[in-house]
């Protein structure tokens, strides 16, 4: 079993940051790929970024290249999403997400990770 606890969510203005943390604990091979996701009221969950924590550089969704970036702490078994130039369209609750293996071509599909966070929320305002 893996447990993952997200933390780093509010309420900034448009043009602001945030840095969300996800702390990991359990089996570490059913963690080798982390991500973070987004879902927004009445839209599908989304793939924000996520990496191969064995040496693995991240792998970003095109609206948020340039603009976040996804690190790791190994010996905190921690993951970070800092998000800078937020947009209120990067208004959602954000996931943290664990797998041991996520399929070819699916490190950002929902469907290739089977351990989820609680989520936090963010929420940018124009």
């Known amino acids: 079993q893996v447990q993952l606890v997200e933390s780093g969510g509010g309420s900034v203005q448009a043009g602001g940051s945030l840095r969300l943390s996800c702390e990991a604990s359990?089996?570490?091979?059913?963690?080798?790929?982390m991500a973070w996701f987004r879902q927004s009221p009445g839209k599908e969950r989304e793939g924000v970024a996520a990496?191969?924590?064995?040496?693995?550089?991240?792998v970003y969704a095109e609206p948020v290249k340039g603009r976040f970036t996804l690190s790791q702490d190994n010996a905190k078994n921690t993951v970070y999403l800092q998000m800078d130039s937020l947009k209120p369209e990067d208004t959602a609750m954000y996931y943290c997400a664990a797998s041991r293996w996520t399929g070819v071509g699916g490190i950002l599909l929902p469907s290739g990770y089977n351990y989820w966070g609680q989520g936090t929320q963010v929420t940018v305002s124009s």
């Open positions: 359990g089996y570490a091979s059913s963690r080798d790929f």
């Open positions: 990496i191969y924590t064995d040496g693995g550089s991240p």
